[in-house]
């Protein structure tokens, strides 16, 4: 019967220390430049040794990407979730909208590091590599919702891939403007310009 609670005890701990390394990389990442800092560093900003820090993470670039799974986790489960008859694109800005109000309801520490791996080639193939899966799983979802066959519909992925487009979009220029763009503003214009062609496809595509 106390095995449990340990348990807990114990993920709660891993859980506060990864947080704790993640908060103190991404902060040194986004002040000095990613080539410029150390794993020394990072662990010792966090106050844990190296050995510590490589028990959580690979390398300083595996913080970023960790970073980058959050910013996308829960969208196709968000997509799920809307109702059923609402339009492709008003479910679609939603699910978008979510990853982006993650990030500018954090702005003070969010911001940095979206500057950080739009600004540095390595972190932004990653970011785009994210972006494929994020993908496959929307057009996954957006098949069931609509009743498409996704190995002979072209509309799912082209239009899961529209979505991203603009979340990339929305997050370049909210980041080239050092946040002084609204995302929210950003995100309803980007779909105010996608929706009539998001929407007519899967109306002239429906049986």
Same mark, same amino acid.
């Given at each position: 019967?106390?095995?449990?609670?340990?348990?807990?005890? %114990?993920? /709660?701990?891993?859980?506060? $220390?990864?947080?704790? #390394?993640?908060?103190? @990389? =991404?902060?040194?990442?986004?002040? +000095?430049?990613?080539?410029?800092?150390?794993?020394?560093?990072?662990?010792?900003?966090?106050?844990?040794?190296?050995?510590?820090?490589?028990?959580?993470?690979?390398?300083?670039?595996?913080?970023?990407?960790?970073?980058?799974?959050?910013?996308?986790?829960?969208?196709?489960?968000e997509l799920a979730g809307r109702p059923a008859g609402e339009e492709p694109?008003?479910?679609?800005?939603?699910?978008?909208?979510?990853?982006?109000?993650?990030?500018?309801?954090? %702005?003070? /520490?969010?911001?940095?590091? $979206?500057?950080?791996? #739009?600004?540095?080639? @390595? =972190?932004?193939?990653?970011?785009? +590599?994210?972006?494929?899966?994020?993908?496959?799983?929307?057009?996954?979802?957006?098949?069931?919702?609509?009743?498409?066959?996704?190995?002979?519909?072209?509309?799912?992925?082209?239009?899961?891939?529209?979505?991203?487009?603009?979340?990339?979009?929305?997050?370049?220029?909210?980041?080239?403007?050092?946040?002084?763009?609204?995302?929210?503003?950003?995100?309803?214009?980007?779909f105010a310009v996608l929706a009539p062609?998001?929407?007519?496809?899967?109306? %002239?595509?429906?049986?």
């Amino acid at each position: 019967m106390n095995a449990r609670p340990a348990t807990t005890l %114990a993920q /709660r701990k891993r859980r506060l $220390v990864a947080d704790e #390394l993640t908060r103190a @990389a =991404l902060g040194l990442l986004a002040r +000095e430049g990613f080539d410029a800092v150390t794993v020394d560093e990072i662990a010792a900003a966090a106050g844990v040794s190296k050995r510590t820090f490589f028990r959580y993470f690979a390398s300083k670039e595996d913080v970023v990407v960790q970073f980058l799974a959050e910013m996308g986790a829960g969208m196709r489960d968000e997509l799920a979730g809307r109702p059923a008859g609402e339009e492709p694109s008003a479910a679609l800005r939603h699910t978008v909208w979510r990853s982006i109000d993650a990030c500018a309801g954090h %702005a003070e /520490r969010a911001l940095p590091v $979206v500057q950080l791996i #739009l600004g540095t080639p @390595a =972190l932004l193939a990653r970011f785009l +590599e994210r972006q494929t899966q994020w993908r496959d799983a929307l057009a996954a979802e957006l098949a069931d919702r609509l009743g498409l066959d996704p190995a002979t519909e072209l509309y799912p992925q082209l239009a899961a891939g529209t979505a991203l487009a603009a979340f990339h979009t929305v997050l370049q220029r909210w980041s080239d403007s050092d946040g002084a763009e609204d995302p929210a503003v950003l995100t309803d214009r980007a779909f105010a310009v996608l929706a009539p062609a998001l929407d007519a496809v899967v109306r %002239a595509e429906a049986p």
